[in-house]
């Protein structure tokens, strides 16, 4: 697993993306809003494509974080 790059488009926006060693990436993007995740699985040529290699995306804004984090399910 290896880290292949971060990027910061603004001041508000990020991206990283990280190598999970099994020909699968995993893409965490972060904004102003919260954090989206998508697993992208390439293919040999597929790399320019990136909506043909999506395998799924999970997503939650930082309100349902917070929300989620302090919640007592006990």
């Not at 020909?23 to 995740?37: A, D, K």
Request: a negative charge.
């Amino acid at each position: 697993m290896s880290i292949i790059y971060t990027e910061t488009k603004s001041d508000t926006d990020s991206r990283t993306e990280i190598d999970l060693g099994d020909g699968r990436h995993l893409t965490i993007n972060i904004s102003h809003e919260g954090i989206v995740m998508d697993v992208y699985n390439y293919i040999d040529g597929w790399e320019d494509s990136r909506d043909m290699g999506l395998e799924g995306t999970a997503g939650m804004m930082f309100d349902e974080w917070a929300d989620w984090i302090v919640a007592d399910d006990t």
